[in-house]
C-alpha cells in the first residue's frame, strides 16, 4: 500500500506570510497528486491536482510541486480564508496524508 | 449545479448494519466514477470506496473490505454504501464524491455528508 505523509502536522502563521506544506509518499508516484483545502464542518475542496495543475477557480498564491515520492504546496500570501487543513492524496492509491492545519499566528 | 445528497447515517450498534445512499443531480451521473470518503470526529480524510461509471469495477480500503459494499443506480442517479459488521472505529462523517479526470482522478465535487455513529 502507498502511504502519504505530510508535514508539518500543523504550522502557525500571520497574513501575507509564505507558506509550504511538505507531502512524502512512500512509493515513487510521477505526478499522481492532489491537493485538498477543508475548512471546519465543511466538505474537501480540491486546489491542485497532478501535483501542480491550479483547478479552475482556485487563486494563483496557490501552487503546487514535485513529482516521485516529494511534493509541496505553497501559499505565496496567506490570506484570512487560507486558514484550514490541507491533504495531499495520491491520485491512484486514493490514499489521503494525514492533514496539515494552518493556523493564525 | 452539481449537487451530491448524501443519507441514510444515524446511531447503530456495534455489528449492526446501515446503508447510506448519495443522490446526485445536476449532470450526468452515469459518466463518472464515485467515491466514499469518511472522515473520523476530529481525524483526517480516508478513502474508503470506489466504483466506476458502469458499476463493474469497485475497490474498498483494507480497512473495509469484505464489511463494505458499494453498488450504484444509474437510472436513479443514485450511489450507495452497504455497510455490515460495523465497528466503533467506523463512527465518521461519510462523504460521497464525483471523480473527475482520467489520469488525475481528483474529487472535484461532494456532499455534505452523513454521520454514522457506531455506539452501545
Known amino acids: 500500500d502507498i502511504q502519504m505523509t505530510q508535514s508539518p502536522s500543523s504550522l502557525s502563521a500571520s497574513l501575507g506570510d509564505r507558506v509550504t506544506i511538505a507531502c512524502r509518499a512512500s512509493q515513487s508516484s510521477s505526478t499522481l497528486l492532489n491537493w485538498y483545502q477543508q475548512k471546519p464542518g465543511k466538505a474537501p475542496k480540491v486546489l491542485i491536482y497532478?501535483?501542480?495543475n491550479l483547478h479552475s477557480g482556485v487563486p494563483s498564491r496557490f501552487t503546487g510541486a514535485g513529482s516521485g515520492t516529494d511534493f509541496t504546496l505553497t501559499i505565496s500570501s496567506l490570506q484570512p480564508e487560507d486558514f484550514a487543513t490541507y491533504y495531499c492524496q495520491h491520485s491512484f492509491a486514493r490514499t489521503f496524508g494525514q492533514g496539515t492545519k494552518v493556523e493564525i499566528k | 449545479e452539481v449537487q451530491l445528497v448524501e443519507s441514510g447515517g444515524g446511531l447503530i450498534q456495534p455489528g449492526g448494519s446501515l446503508r447510506l445512499s448519495c443522490v446526485a443531480s445536476g449532470f450526468t451521473f452515469s459518466s463518472y466514477e464515485m467515491n466514499w470518503v469518511r472522515q473520523a470526529p476530529g481525524k483526517g480524510l480516508e478513502w474508503v470506496s470506489y466504483?466506476?461509471?458502469?458499476?463493474?469495477?469497485?475497490y474498498y480500503a483494507d480497512s473495509v473490505k469484505g464489511r463494505f459494499t458499494i453498488s450504484r443506480d444509474n437510472a436513479k442517479h443514485s450511489l450507495y454504501l452497504q455497510m455490515n459488521t460495523l465497528r466503533a472505529e467506523d463512527t465518521a462523517v461519510y462523504y460521497c464524491?464525483?471523480?473527475?479526470?482520467?489520469?488525475?482522478?481528483?474529487?472535484?465535487?461532494w456532499g455534505l455528508g452523513t454521520l454514522v455513529t457506531v455506539s452501545s
Open positions: 466504483i466506476s461509471d458502469s458499476g463493474s469495477t469497485v
Open positions: 497532478g501535483a501542480s
Open positions: 464524491a464525483r471523480e473527475d479526470h482520467p489520469r488525475y482522478s481528483f474529487y472535484d465535487f
